[in-house]
């Protein structure tokens, strides 16, 4: 199994997250999205604001891998995450996940991400027209 770990202050590109896990051994791809929503509970969302303590971050992420790894048969896994400000609509995760079989690709990828909003030191700042709060604050 291999992996593709990154926080990154730039756009991420969904189409090159796809094109690496992609593998001639892989018989499923399962990718998750995450997109900056207009609005939480009914009010609008002007922007989100994301930060990390990166070097912990990443360990995590490797651990969540290894532990998805460990779990199903999985060829190859992708976490990309973007901190900064981020607008509606923008990106702020993708996690692709291939392995020969569909079953194992959907329940890791599902795994991953649940696993890194429980657990990964990223923040992320709610920004609405009245105020702001910090949300899914993490060890």
Known sequence: MTSDIQISSKPLNIQSAI????????????VFIGTVRNSTKGKPVIRLEFEAYEPMA????????KQASDKW????????HRIGVLEVGEIPVIIAVS???????FDACRYIIDTLKQTVPIW???V????????????
């Open 73 to 80: 048969p999985v060829q190859k896994a992708l976490i990309h």
């Open 19 to 30: 094109d690496w896990v992609m593998s001639p051994e892989s018989g499923g791809i399962d």
């Open 99 to 105: 392995a020969a079989h569909r079953a194992a690709a």
């Open 58 to 65: 990443i360990a995590e992420m490797e651990k969540i891998v």
């Open 124 to 126: 992320k700042k709610e």
């Open 128 to 139: 609405f027209e009245d105020g702001e709060v910090w949300v899914a604050a993490h060890p």
